[in-house]
Structures are given as structure tokens and as C-alpha cells.
């Protein structure tokens, strides 16, 4: 929506056509929303359409009343009858406190009511009364007795619990009656008042329920049982009170004629024990006859079509005049033969015995009979009455059931002792006295047993208790009829008596409340009843004097009127009607009343004569006796005669204490329609009832002070625009709304603590006065926003030139931008390509390079290739030759063996054959002992010692022999040592070489470290295999030496034998000592081989000296003579086994074996990277050729 719209909508609505209003005397002008009072709906929503001098004509738009007729126009409309609409209003259903509403006004009071109505909430409270509208339906969910349940679970005083989320109800008043009772100890009463059929007596039913339900909770079994047992009494009574005090009425077919107070008392715990009934004013002309469309009490047609017609000896129903009076025989209560029966159980519930129950019936039938009993003018002497022998039967009858004579009771008809000063005097009656005398006697009869069953009742269910009580007053609600008699002022006076009794109470409240909230209440003046009520009951007053009348015998009721004429005439409640005598108006709380005065004082005097009394005290039936009291003695009859207007302000009078001694609470019912059925609203008859139960009178006693109460913060939210003030203290701007608004004065507002509380008037000043300030704002914006838009236009018209100026500039500069961009463009993509060229130079520069230092890295791979590749070839080989010279060795050593163990099998046989010829030369020495003479023997000792002599020289050359020659093994070890050493140093030139170019590799090449290498295996088993064999064999050897040493020096001879021994052996030649010469050339051969070794060393394996660096030290330092002798014993020692001696003695660390060759080189055993699939090569050995990765080399 465009601000132009906006400023349009506001204007339409706030502006309204001011200039056409004319400022009446009414306050009103055409076109505004009003509720204006319609002749038959009341209070109804519409429009004002014209103004009159001091009337409107109004039209009505009420779519939320169905029963009105749309578009319906009102003429003549007081102004009083027009009040002003608030769109407040439109939410006004929704509190469940007509207080709460935003204008607290007949209007909305009544339209809350009716929408509230509408959608089945009949109970609405206004303050402390409970407005309940009766639903004629007892279907409604919300309001069943299974929801009593969540009344009763607050246990507490309704106020004291915070949002409780409950309706109003009945419920809820008996529920906040009973806590304040058992909370303070303090007597309580609910006042339920309204019209006839507005749901009093269902109220006061619908209370006592709850009472006896919520005295229960928390009690023990028992309490619980006595509890109900009691209210089993009460609701028992209940059909005994109904069935002879209420009638049908056009208003309810269950009207209760009398008014009644329970009082339901409770213990010092709370617990219903009891209650006891008073009964107030039954009507008693209803026992007599009843109005067209109305019956006279129920009792009279249950007697007769209940169980004990026969025993009553009723004759047809059509036969009895008072029960065809209202033509209306039938009914929805009390009507039937069951309902009859429902009410003598309940007698018997309450403890009456059946003769007693029996006797009661007698009663209504006796009257039904009775009244059936014609009393007929005289014919010859007029002016007395005579009995219709037609009803003779009646007559009987009735005194039968009465239990008296029936001649006396004609008689006392008929007749009446007047007491004089001379004496008593027995008169005829009158026919209308004689009447009167049956229908007196019926009546008090009537109202006597009527009060016995009351008595009765009270006597079952009344108990003394110490705890409190709560009074429940079902009374008879205001009346108004066409015709209004000394009932209806009665009636009428118990309820202004009450409602002024509310008023004080409501009006202290409201003033307590404007105190709390600070506001000054001197000036209000309360709505006040008590000059009426003092009119009607006080010295003086209508009551009295009436009283006065009937004391005096020749009063008739025009002296009773001319007396309250001249007491009152200036009085303002009373008035007088100029057209009619017998009448005269009282100014009521709820309207004026019209009394007509006819039979007052009969009426009041409700005299019956003592004869009568006395005839029928003297039945035989004790209940029929009891039903009507013994005549006063003349002597204790001081001053005036009982009356019953006297006795009703004596008894309004004591329940008026009581209440004032209780606290009070208020059920007021209505009823909506006279329909008497649900969803009905009859505005107009609503209307009334609200005024005449008081509803009104709490508007009336609110607009007393200030019926308007507004939030602070509402109030500032909604008059926002009539501050003037530039302040945020709440209070100083609610002033300045007031002040500008012209209501700051006292009469008219008072600022409360959270409220701002006004009169009507102030309301309706401060409404206009926000028209105002908004219709301001409206011609204000509506500036501006012209303003604006004249500008706007202009701006427009300028901003379009200036866009065209604009935007040619936009595409000239566009263009030389373009053109700017275009060279910049163009310069960027010539040094870019400049860039592009330079760069592809570079590249192809950097490529070249590349390419260069990739041929040299490939060159530089295939050298490390070629040196490695080499190296490990040249290993390779050096291993191929190690191990087939190592074979060949081998195979040498065990051929050698296989020589030496034949050698050495040969040199045993040889010594065999030795020890055979030395055993036979022994042998020989032996003959030749026992032959050759003692010159012999010392030719032999000669020859011996010559012998021993060349045997010792032999022995020292041997020796001599053998150190040479172990001088020259020594020698030669060391040389071999030496070789190993350089064997050694070799390996480790080799392995240095590889170290160096694993760092060439690794420094240009890195992928050559994440190569990995298995470790080749450690222990040359062939080798060990042979070192074990080796040193089997030179243990074999070394014990077979041994063994040819001894026997090679054989123990010497003896010395006689010794020259013959010689001389033996010169002949037969001695059998020589064996030769160390096998032994020297074994050793020779062993040094050529070692030789051989050596020379293949220096030939195939050794590097050239130059390359080869010496270990000096590790040469220069010869091995432990032990060691080599464990070592190098033998000249079957491999080269292999010798160079692990060196290895193992630790002589030269660094000293290279031909077993570490077999060994992977250190430097790649020291990689850590996981192992690569390292290939086994025959013997056991790592083959170098699969462990290195010769891809990486190359690539890298
Ligand atoms: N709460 C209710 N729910 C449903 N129907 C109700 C309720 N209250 C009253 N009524 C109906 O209205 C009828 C009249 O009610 P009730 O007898 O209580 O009126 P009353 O005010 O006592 O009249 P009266 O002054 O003539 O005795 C009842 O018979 C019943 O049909
Ligand atoms: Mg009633």
C-alpha cells in the first residue's frame, strides 16, 4: 500500500464530517455508532441517522441479536436512551466480570449477557454478585456435576489462587462461601434472589450440593457418611416443601410461593451436620384459587390422584373448584399418582409415621371439600349468608376428614360471636363474611400444616452445633405486576430492604477499592434505599399505619390511604396516581410500583376466628389440631392484634440481623424469556430483571463514583495522541491527556494508583477530544503527505531531466571508459603475450635445463650404475669364486683326509708289522741272552750306549727340525693374517664406495631412500659345518700322533741286552723309529696349498697396493698365541674358519671376512624403511641385483 492510500484510509476514517454536525441538546450526530434502547429488544447496536431537538431517529445494525429485524428505524429515541458505541466494546464478552468491561454501561452490560448466553454461558459474576441466566437446559457440559470436581480440587478461597482458570458458577460461590466460613469462623450467607422461574430454587439446590460435597473432602468415613446421611435428609425435604408450597404459575411450573432460609450448619471441622428451614410469607390465596393458566398448590392434585383417593373418598377431579380454578389441571412437576407416592416416602424419610403422613392428606382434602361448600346469599334476608344444601356433601365430607362435627363447622360458617361490652353476641355472617370465614379457615389450616412440615423437616435435619453456618436465602424476587396487592408490597419490601443491604455493602467496597487506589471519595454520594424502606416499615410508614387500620375497627382501606396519603405525600418515594382512588406508587431501587389497596386490610388482619380456632383444635386428629394454634386469651392479648404485615417486618427484621450478621454473597438469577426455553433472550424483560435484582443498582453505585476505570497504561496507550507533554512519567501525561481533554477537574476524573477513574461524561468529553487530536493528525499527515506528493511530483519531474542529463553523461563516460578500457585492454594483452613469450622462454630454457640435468643425472645414474653395478658384479664374482675355491677346498681337505686316515692306517700297519719284529727281535735278545756270555753283554752295553747316543742326536736334530719349521709356520700365518687384513680393507674400500654413491643417490634422488632392502642371512652353515668336521678330524689326528709317539720311543731295554739289540738291528736292521717326516711333508703341502691360497688372493681378489689402504696396527698386532694355536693347529684349517677367528677374536673390527661380504653393505642394512622382498640366492646369500631398485637409480 502506497503512503497516498495510507493517507487516504486514515483520513477517511479518523476525519469524520465534523462540519456537518449539528450540536444538539444531544450530544449525537448522524452516521455515529450507537446503542440506542429498542421499544422490544432493549438495548440494541445501530447507527444515529437524524437528530431531533431532544430525540434521535436511529437505525438499527445489530447482527449479533437474531431476533432483531435488521435495518429497522427507531424514531423518537431519547437521548438518555443513546449511549455512544466503543469499538472496547466489540471484546466485552469475553470477561467473565461485567465490571471488567471497558464501559461499564446498561447497553454492554446487557449485550455481554446476551453473547455470553448465546454460546451457553449462562453465569457471569459484577463483583461479588453471580449473575446466572437461566438456560432451561440441563445438557450443557460445562455446567454437569462431573465438573464439580475441578471446583472442588482448589480447596481454597477462589481469590487466593492465582489464575485457577474457572468459570463463574454457582459452584464457585458456594465454594469461596464455605473457605471464608471455615477460614474465618465467621457465618456466611448467599442471598439468591430474581423473578418467578429464574432458577432460584435450582440455585439454591445446585449451592447445597456443593456445600454438602465440599464439607466431605479430607473428612474421615464417617464423617463423610454423616455427612451425606444429613444431605440425604435436606434433599429428602426437598419434594415435601415443593409439593406444599409451590405451585404452577404462567412463570414456572414449579413456583416457589413462600420465601425460605436454610441455615446449613456446619462443626467446629467443617462437616455438614444439619440445617434448619424458616419460612417466609406463603401465599395463601393460591390455596384458595388460582389465576387463568396457574394451579393452586401441587399438593391438592397429588392428594388427588395419589394412592389415598380412595381413603380421602375424592370424587372427580372436575368436582373441586379451587383445583379447576386455573383451568389448568395438568403439569410438568408434582402432577401424578408417582409423584404423590415420591412425596409420602420422603415424609416418611424425614420420620413422620403413616397416620401421619395420612393426617397431612386429610388437610388438602378437607380444603378441596371445603371450598366446594357453597355459601349463598339469603334470599329473605340478604344481607346474611345461607348454605347451598347442594354442597352438604363437601360439607361432610370435609368435617370428616377434619375429625369435627360438620353442623359445627356450618355453624361457625354461618355465625360469629361478637364480644361486646354488654357480653358476646352470636350474628349471622355475611355471605361474603361467611366465605371469607371458609376461606380463613382453609388458609391457616393450609399455612398451619404447611409450618408443621416445615417444623418436621427442621426436626430431622436441624442438629445444634458449635461451628458456623451458612445461610442460603431462597426469596421470592421483586414484583410488578398489572395489579399489585399487600403481597407484592411485602414481597417488594424484603427486596429493597435487601438491595439496600447490597448497596451499603457493594458501595463500602468500591469505595475501599477508590481508597486503595488513592482517589479523593468525599464527593460521591451512594445510591440510598432507606428513606424508602423507612417509609415503608419505619414510624409512620405504610406498614404501621396499616396496622393502626386494622386496630381500629371502622377503618376500611380508604382510611388507610387517605393516612399514608397525608404522611407522605412529600416523601420521594411515594406518589400518588391522580386518576385512580385506591391506589398509590412507591419509587422502588427497581421502578415504581402501583399498589392497589382493596382488601388491605383484611388482607393484613388475615384474622381467623377464635371459634374456629377452637373447633378445629378440638379434632381427634392430632395433625389437624396442631395445624392451627389456640386462640390468645383476651387477658394476655395486650394492645394491638397480631397482623400480618406486622408479623412479616418482625420476621423481615430478624433475617435482616442475621444477614447483617453474616457475610454476605449473591446469586442473582434471570430469567432470559418467558418462553421457558433455552436460547431465548428477551432484551426488555432481561432488562428489568437486572434493575430489579440489583445488577443495575452496582452500575448505578459504580457511576455514583466513577464507573469508568481504565488501566494506566491502556488509558495512555489509547490517548497517546492527546499528550501534549514531552515526559515519560506516566502520571504527569495521563494529566496532560485529562487537562487537554478539559476533564482534570475532580468531577469529572481522578488519576488512581494503576487506574484513571472517570465519569460517563469525561468518557465521552475524552473520546471526543481524541476525534479531535486525531482528525489534527489527519489534516497534519494529509498536509505532509500532499505536501510530500506536490514535492514528490516536482522532484520527479527534476529527477527525470537530471536522470536524462544523467544518463547521457553515464554513456559518454561509458564510452570513453570503454575506449580507456579497451587500450588498457589491449596494453595488458601485448604485455601479457610479451609475458606469454617470456615465459614460454623461460620454460624452454628451464625445459633445456632440465633436460640437461636430467642427461647429466642419467649420465650420473649409469656411472653409479656402472660403479655399482660393477662393485657388485665384481662382489658378485669375488663370491662365485670364494665359494667354488671354498668347494674346491673342500673337496681338497676331504681328499686329504681320505689320504692322511689311509697314511695314517698304513703308518698302524707299519707299527704293527714293527711291534711283530721287535716282539720277534725280543724273542730273538731273549735266546740270545741265555746264549752270549757275560763278555757279550758288555760289548752289547757299548754298542747300547753308542746306539742311545746317535738315538739323542737324531732326537735334538728333530727337535731342531721342528722348531725351524715351526718358526716357518708361525711365519707364514702371519703372513696369511696380513692378507686377511687386506682382504678386509678391501671390503671396506668396497663398502665405503657404495656408502658414497648411496649418498650421490640420495642427495639427487630421493625416491633411492624409500627403497628398502632385506637383510641378507648371517651364518654360513656350510662353514660351520666343515669347522666341526675339521675339528673332529684333528682330534682323530692329534690322538693317532700321540699314539705313534709313544710307540715310536718304546720304553728302553734293559742294559745287557741293549749292545745285542744293537748289533740286531746293524744285522737285521733295525726297525727304524718312524719318520716325523710324513708329518713335515704334510705340513708342506699344507703351506703350498696356503701358498696357492695366498698367491689366488694376491691374484684374483687383492686390489692393487696402491688402492688398497693398509691397516698397520691391526698387521702389527699379532693374534694371542692361544688363540692361533686353537686356530691355526692344524693345516686342515679353512681359509673361511680362519677368517672368522679373526673376526670373532675382535682383533680388527673393521677387519673384512668373507663372510661379512656375504653380508648386505651397512649402509643399506641401515635403512629404516620397511623391507623389500629381498631374493635368497642359492647358498643362502642376498642377491644384491633384486634388493637394489635400479628404476629408482635410473629415473632419478
Ligand atoms: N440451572 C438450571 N439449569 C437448567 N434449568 C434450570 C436451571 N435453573 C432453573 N431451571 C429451570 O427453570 C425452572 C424454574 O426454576 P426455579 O424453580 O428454580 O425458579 P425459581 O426462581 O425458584 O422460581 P420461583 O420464584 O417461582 O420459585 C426450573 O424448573 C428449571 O426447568
Ligand atoms: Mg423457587
Redesign the pocket.
Known amino acids: 500500500m502506497t503512503l497516498t492510500s495510507c493517507i487516504f484510509l486514515v483520513a477517511k476514517f479518523i476525519a469524520l464530517p465534523m462540519d456537518c454536525r449539528k450540536l444538539m441538546s444531544i450530544s449525537f450526530s448522524p452516521g455515529d455508532a450507537v446503542f440506542f434502547v429498542h421499544p422490544q429488544h432493549s438495548w440494541v447496536r445501530g447507527s444515529v441517522i437524524s437528530v431531533e431537538k431532544d430525540s434521535a431517529t436511529c437505525k438499527v445494525e445489530d447482527k449479533e441479536r437474531k431476533e432483531v429485524q435488521q435495518g429497522e428505524t427507531i424514531a423518537k429515541v431519547k437521548s438518555d436512551g443513546i449511549e455512544m458505541f466503543h469499538n472496547e466494546c466489540l471484546d466485552d464478552a469475553k470477561h467473565d466480570d461485567l465490571l471488567h468491561l471497558s464501559v461499564l454501561h446498561e447497553a454492554t452490560l446487557l449485550r455481554c449477557l446476551y453473547l455470553r448466553y448465546m454460546t451457553d454461558v449462562?453465569y457471569t459474576n459484577i463483583g461479588a454478585i453471580v449473575v446466572?441466566l437461566?438456560?432451561?437446559?440441563?445438557e450443557i457440559p460445562r455446567?454437569k456435576d462431573d465438573r464439580m470436581s475441578k471446583f472442588l480440587a482448589l480447596g481454597k478461597h477462589f481469590d487466593k489462587v492465582p489464575n485457577h482458570g474457572l468459570y463463574p458458577h454457582s459452584w464457585a460461590c458456594a465454594h469461596n462461601t464455605y473457605f471464608e466460613m471455615v477460614e474465618n469462623s465467621e457465618n456466611q450467607c448467599v442471598l439468591i434472589s430474581?423473578?418467578?422461574?429464574?432458577?432460584?430454587?435450582?440455585?439454591t439446590k445446585?449451592v447445597m450440593k456443593y456445600l454438602a460435597g465440599v464439607s466431605c473432602l479430607g473428612g474421615t468415613a464417617d464423617e463423610k457418611k454423616h455427612s451425606d446421611g444429613v444431605g440425604a435428609k435436606l434433599t429428602a425435604c426437598s419434594p415435601i416443601l415443593e409439593c406444599f408450597g409451590?405451585a404452577k404459575?404462567v412463570?414456572?411450573?414449579?413456583?416457589?410461593r413462600f420465601g425460605k432460609f436454610m441455615e446449613v450448619k456446619f462443626n467446629g471441622q467443617g462437616r455438614l451436620v444439619g440445617a434448619f428451614t424458616t419460612k417466609y410469607l406463603l401465599e395463601k390465596s393460591r390455596i384458595i384459587t388460582a389465576s387463568e393458566g396457574e394451579r393452586v398448590y401441587h399438593s391438592f392434585y397429588v392428594a388427588l390422584r395419589g394412592k389415598y383417593k380412595g381413603h380421602l373418598q375424592f370424587e372427580s377431579e372436575s368436582t373441586y373448584v379451587s383445583v379447576n380454578s386455573g383451568k389448568c389441571l395438568t403439569n410438568k412437576?408434582y402432577d401424578t399418582a408417582d409423584d404423590f407416592e415420591e412425596v409420602c416416602d420422603a415424609m416418611k424419610k424425614v420420620g413422620m409415621s403413616d397416620d401421619e403422613v395420612k393426617s397431612v392428606w386429610h388437610i388438602p382434602a378437607a380444603i378441596l371439600n371445603l371450598l366446594n361448600v357453597g355459601l349463598l346469599e339469603d334470599k329473605a334476608e340478604r344481607e346474611f349468608s345461607t348454605f347451598d344444601d347442594k354442597t352438604q356433601k363437601f360439607l361432610v365430607q370435609a368435617a370428616k376428614l377434619l375429625y369435627v362435627s360438620d353442623q359445627d363447622l356450618l355453624k361457625e360458617l354461618l355465625y360469629f360471636v361478637r364480644t361486646t361490652p354488654d357480653g358476646d353476641i352470636v350474628s349471622r355472617t355475611s355471605t361474603d363474611g361467611a366465605i371469607d370465614a371458609r376461606n380463613a379457615l382453609c388458609k391457616h389450616m393450609y399455612d398451619g400444616v404447611f409450618a408443621w412440615l416445615v417444623e418436621k423437616c427442621n426436626e430431622t435435619c436441624d442438629a445444634q452445633s458449635q461451628g458456623n453456618w451458612i445461610g442460603l436465602l431462597?426469596i421470592?424476587?421483586f414484583e410488578d405486576f398489572k395489579l399489585n396487592s399487600f403481597e407484592q408490597l411485602c414481597i417488594n419490601l424484603t427486596n429493597e430492604t435487601l438491595q439496600g443491604h447490597y448497596n451499603n455493602f457493594i458501595f463500602n467496597k468500591d469505595m475501599a477499592e477508590c481508597r486503595a487506589e488513592g482517589i479523593d471519595v468525599a464527593d460521591i454520594i451512594s445510591p440510598d434505599n432507606t428513606k424508602c424502606i423507612q417509609m415503608l416499615t419505619g414510624q409512620g410508614g405504610v406498614i404501621p399505619l396499616l396496622d393502626e387500620c386494622c386496630a381500629i375497627d371502622k377503618s376500611t382501606d380508604f382510611t388507610f390511604l387517605d393516612k399514608v396519603d397525608t404522611a407522605h405525600s412529600k416523601n420521594t418515594f411515594y406518589g400518588k396516581n391522580k386518576t385512580s382512588r385506591d391506589t398509590f406508587f412507591v419509587r422502588h431501587y427497581a421502578g415504581d410500583v402501583t399498589y392497589t389497596i382493596t382488601s388491605w386490610i383484611e388482607k393484613n388482619k388475615d384474622t381467623l376466628r377464635d371459634q374456629m380456632k377452637l373447633l378445629i383444635r378440638r379434632s381427634t386428629d392430632k395433625i389437624v389440631a396442631q395445624s392451627l394454634p389456640l386462640p390468645v386469651p383476651k387477658e394476655q392479648q395486650k394492645g394491638k392484634a397480631p397482623t400480618v404485615g406486622g408479623f412479616f417486618a418482625l420476621q423481615l427484621r430478624s433475617l435482616m440481623e442475621k444477614i447483617n450478621a453474616t457475610n454476605p454473597h449473591w446469586i442473582r438469577?434471570v430469567k432470559p424469556h418467558p418462553a421457558?426455553k433455552a436460547l431465548h433472550f428477551d432484551g426488555v424483560m432481561t432488562m428489568k430483571q437486572l434493575e430489579s435484582s440489583g445488577v443495575l443498582g452496582t452500575v448505578k453505585i459504580r457511576k455514583a463514583g466513577y464507573p469508568v476505570r481504565i488501566q494506566n497504561e491502556n488509558f495512555l496507550k489509547k490517548y497517546r495522541v492527546c499528550v501534549t507533554v514531552s515526559t515519560a512519567d506516566p502520571m504527569a501525561r495521563i494529566e496532560s491527556v485529562l487537562t487537554n481533554a478539559g476533564v482534570s477537574d475532580k468531577k469529572f476524573s481522578q488519576k488512581g494508583r494503576t487506574k484513571v477513574f472517570l465519569k460517563t461524561e469525561a468518557l465521552t468529553r475524552l473520546e471526543r477530544f481524541r476525534d479531535e487530536c486525531l482528525k489534527e493528525i489527519a489534516s497534519t499527515l494529509q498536509r505532509i503527505g500532499y505536501g510530500y506528493i506536490d514535492r514528490k511530483k516536482c522532484f520527479l519531474q527534476y529527477v527525470e531531466k537530471h536522470r536524462a542529463e544523467l544518463l547521457r553523461q553515464k554513456k559518454e563516460r561509458e564510452e570513453r571508459e570503454r575506449a580507456e578500457r579497451e587500450a588498457e585492454e589491449r596494453a595488458k594483452r601485448e604485455a601479457e603475450e610479451k609475458a606469454r613469450l617470456l615465459r614460454e622462454a623461460e620454460e624452454r630454457r628451464r625445459k633445456r635445463e632440465e633436460q640437461k640435468l636430467q642427461e647429466k643425472k642419467n649420465s650420473a645414474a649409469i656411472c653409479m650404475q656402472r660403479y655399482v653395478r660393477g662393485g657388485l658384479c665384481r662382489l658378485r664374482v669375488f663370491r662365485q669364486v670364494l665359494e667354488e675355491t671354498r668347494a674346491k677346498f673342500e673337496a681338497q681337505r676331504e681328499a686329504q683326509f681320505v689320504e692322511e686316515r689311509r697314511a695314517a692306517r698304513a703308518i698302524d700297519a707299519k707299527r704293527q708289522a714293527s711291534e711283530k719284529q721287535w716282539i720277534s727281535w725280543l724273542n730273538n735278545v731273549d735266546h740270545l741272552k741265555k746264549k752270549n756270555s757275560v763278555d757279550q753283554q758288555r760289548q752289547v752295553k757299548h754298542d747300547e750306549q753308542k746306539r742311545r747316543i746317535n738315538v739323542r742326536e737324531l732326537c735334538r736334530k728333530e727337535d731342531e727340525d721342528r722348531q725351524a719349521l715351526d718358526a716357518e709356520e708361525a711365519h707364514d700365518r702371519q703372513a696369511l693374517m696380513v692378507r686377511c687384513e687386506m682382504l678386509a680393507s678391501h671390503k671396506k674400500y668396497l663398502r665405503d664406495q657404495e656408502t658414497r654413491a648411496k649418498k650421490m643417490f640420495e642427495t639427487q634422488t630421493n625416491p633411492l631412500h624409500s627403497a628398502t632392502r632385506a637383510p641378507p642371512p648371517t651364518a654360513n652353515h656350510r662353514s660351520a659345518r666343515s669347522d666341526a668336521r675339521t675339528k673332529e678330524i684333528l682330534s682323530d689326528y692329534a690322538a693317532s700322533r700321540a699314539k705313534a709317539f709313544e710307540d715310536f720311543f718304546p720304553p728302553p731295554p734293559p742294559k745287557n741286552t741293549f749292545a745285542a739289540l744293537s748289533d740286531l738291528s746293524q744285522q737285521r736292521g733295525t726297525p727304524g723309529r718312524p719318520s716325523d717326516f710324513g708329518s713335515r711333508e704334510r705340513f708342506q703341502v699344507a703351506k703350498d696349498r696356503w701358498v696357492a691360497q695366498d698367491q689366488y688372493l694376491e691374484s684374483h681378489v687383492m686390489p692393487t697396493p696402491v688402492a688398497r689402504p693398509r691397516s698397520g696396527p691391526t698387521v702389527s698386532q699379532p693374534p694371542s698365541q692361544q688363540h692361533l694355536d686353537e686356530m691355526y693347529s692344524g693345516p686342515h684349517r679353512t681359509v673361511g674358519a680362519t677368517m672368522q677367528h679373526s673376526l670373532d677374536s675382535g682383533q680388527a673390527a673393521t677387519r673384512a671376512t668373507p663372510r661379512r661380504l656375504d653380508q648386505e653393505p651397512p649402509w643399506l642394512a641401515a635403512q629404516p624403511t620397511s623391507p623389500a622382498p629381498s631374493v635368497q640366492n642359492k647358498r643362502g646369500g642376498t642377491d644384491l641385483r633384486s634388493a637394489i631398485d635400479w628404476d629408482a637409480v635410473f629415473n632419478a
Open positions: 449462562i446466572a437461566n438456560p432451561f437446559n440441563y455446567y430474581g423473578e418467578s422461574g429464574a432458577g432460584k430454587t435450582e440455585a445446585i409451590n404459575t412463570r414456572n411450573d414449579n413456583s416457589s412437576e431462597d421470592f424476587g438469577c421457558k
